[in-house]
């Protein structure tokens, strides 16, 4: 694909972003929103502003900028319902802080507070680790993202290190219950009482989620005491995921699983974290040529009007459909966003 067509691709996977239909407000918005505010220009970024204008117009009264209800999954997942609180809705608390920081506006800062307030209520394990969801004394690898760069840049957006540190310890959390010891990646889902994966696979984008929050804290926070151990974990991981990179540039759904359908929210989202990480100095700048690799096939996934195809839908993991999701959008945007000299776009 030529660097002309790919920058024609991304204008498209812009234009699908703003316009895809979501009947409700939830927590798959929250990275198209960060993808569009990094590559959209002002009429994009201005439909973003809108989405979170909305979301603090909605926020409830516990202090969720979602409406929060509950999600129903397809039979034989592993989870049947998940009744949401302050960490799923926190997910649209780092492009909030973006779009604060980009405006000045008090009222993004204002409803920023009342969200790290409703993450700070949530219930724990016993090693402190926030709950995913009400119905169980559950950890998901998805939440890290979701919970830490919020925590982290609103600590550093207020002075307030106590949300820094608390950005460290979730990671360290569910770093010590998911991350498998020898292969070092990432389980998908991990239950305290009976202790017990629910969902135990490699997920591709599970792995993602984990090593995309872990190059945002070391860019926001590269001087915290954890993070030299942050650094390496997220390395050991995202050199795992190479390993199982196929040769077309993709990553299969399950790692580790030969006969797992190529997967595009994974592969873009392995993109972005090792583009940022090779920026950061964490890993041989020769990853750089893996993470184009992922970008430029995924590419070929994107149709006409700009839908960024083949993204296993929630709640991820094996035996899902798979299908459009507003975060395989905002995944393509990051990777492109980062990539931009590589890949050959504009800067």
């Not at 024609?8 to 234009?15: E, M, N, Y």
């Amino acid at each position: 694909m030529s660097e002309q067509n790919l920058e024609s691709v991304v204008k498209r996977v812009l234009t699908y972003t703003i316009t895809i239909d979501r009947q409700r407000d939830d927590w798959q918005r929250a990275s198209a929103m960060s993808g569009v505010l990094a590559c959209g220009d002002d009429q994009e970024v201005a439909v973003v502003k809108g989405w979170l204008d909305r979301a603090v117009a909605t926020q409830n009264s516990q202090g969720n900028l979602s409406f929060s209800e509950p999600e129903y999954f397809p039979a034989g997942s592993h989870v049947g319902r998940a009744t949401p609180h302050g960490p799923l809705s926190s997910s649209f608390g780092y492009p909030l802080l973006e779009l604060h920081q980009r405006t000045g506006d008090a009222r993004y800062l204002e409803a920023a507070e009342r969200q790290v307030a409703a993450l700070m209520r949530a219930p724990r394990t016993s090693d402190g680790g926030i709950w995913s969801h009400k119905d169980g004394p559950e950890l998901w690898v998805d939440f890290v993202y979701m919970m830490c760069p919020f925590l982290a840049r609103f600590g550093t957006v207020t002075g307030d290190t106590a949300y820094v540190d608390e950005a460290f310890h979730q990671f360290d959390v569910h770093v010590q219950h998911l991350v498998d010891p020898q292969a070092h990646l990432a389980r998908h889902a991990w239950r305290e009482t009976p202790n017990s994966f629910p969902q135990s696979t490699f997920w591709s984008r599970g792995n993602g989620w984990l090593v995309a929050a872990a190059v945002q804290l070391l860019e926001l926070c590269p001087d915290h005491e954890k993070s030299r151990w942050l650094a390496d974990a997220a390395v050991r991981t995202l050199s795992a995921m190479a390993r199982h990179q196929d040769r077309t540039g993709y990553l299969r759904n399950i790692l580790d699983d030969p006969d797992s359908p190529l997967e595009s929210s994974g592969s873009v989202m392995f993109a972005y974290a090792a583009a940022k990480a090779v920026e950061q100095g964490l890993v041989d700048p020769e990853l750089i040529d893996a993470a184009v690799r992922a970008v430029r096939v995924v590419s070929g996934e994107v149709s006409e009007d700009g839908a960024v195809r083949g993204v296993s839908v929630p709640p991820g993991g094996p035996g899902v459909p798979f299908g459009v999701t507003p975060f395989g959008q905002g995944f393509f945007l990051l990777a492109c966003d980062a990539l931009r000299k590589p890949l050959g776009l504009p800067g």
